[in-house]
């Protein structure tokens, strides 16, 4: 029993400073935040950072693994697609947008992985290699069987690029979305905009295939 409670608590502890360290990272930066800082804010001593992480570089990267490991799920799963490359690339755009603006997240995680885009650094790489990467396979062979080309096509790089740039732009902007465009009273609904970027996107792959068609 005893065990049982030590290894609840350590856990907890290992929460709480993960949670902290989250908010002082986003909050100040990397190189800025401090080691009191994070574990003023956990209820934790500074031995417990050590403990857990080793220092603050570990504890950042293992931030960042966690967000990763959580994100991993707007990924859709084959089972979750079916039918002909058009049908596919349908089910993928309204999974990946469900997941993406039905997840709750904390405030600070935007903040920091804006902060962390803008400066990369060794600590995103499960996130490239979890989400980003997978996410980007995906999406860019469904995108080359609908155009019609090798997944290595830099035209497939554009056009996956134009996708997920749209669902990213909803998803960061949907609070102030009426504002940002008075024409529509009310945000849409997930379903409004998986609708109408599979249509947007579907129009834009077909130009793109029928002028490649033309062309070459």
């Given amino acids: 029993m005893a065990n049982t409670k030590n290894n609840s608590a350590t856990q907890e502890t290992r929460r709480k400073l993960l949670q902290a360290a989250g908010e002082v990272f986003a909050d100040r930066g990397f190189h800025a935040a401090t080691i009191k800082q994070i ?3 956990a209820g934790a001593s500074l031995a417990s950072v050590n403990y857990h992480f080793q220092d603050k570089a570990e504890l950042y990267a293992a931030v960042l693994r966690r967000i990763a490991e959580e ?14 490359a058009t049908a596919r690339f349908r089910q ?13 997240k904390p405030a600070w995680e935007q903040v920091l992985m804006a902060r962390e885009m803008a400066e990369p650094t060794a600590a995103l790489e499960p996130l490239y290699k979890q989400v980003v990467g997978p996410l980007s396979e995906k999406l860019s062979a469904l995108i080359a069987e609908l155009l019609r080309a090798s997944p290595s096509d830099p035209a497939v790089g554009l056009a996956a690029a134009s996708v997920l740039g749209q669902c990213v732009y909803y998803m960061r ?16 609904s997930v379903e409004q905009l998986a609708g109408h970027i599979t249509a947007f996107s579907l129009a ?4 793109a295939r029928d002028r490649r068609g033309r062309e070459g």
Avoid at 71 to 84: F, H, L, T
Avoid at 204 to 207: K, L, S, T
Wanted: overall charge neutral.
């Fill in 39 to 41: 574990t003023d804010r």
């Fill in 71 to 84: 994100v991993a799920e707007v990924i859709p799963p084959d089972d979750q697609m079916s039918g002909d």
């Fill in 92 to 104: 993928f755009i309204h999974y990946f947008c469900s997941r993406l603006m039905g997840r709750e």
């Fill in 173 to 188: 902007h949907r609070r102030l979305f009426s504002r940002m465009h008075p024409q529509m009273d009310v945000p849409p």
């Fill in 204 to 207: 834009g792959i077909r130009a």
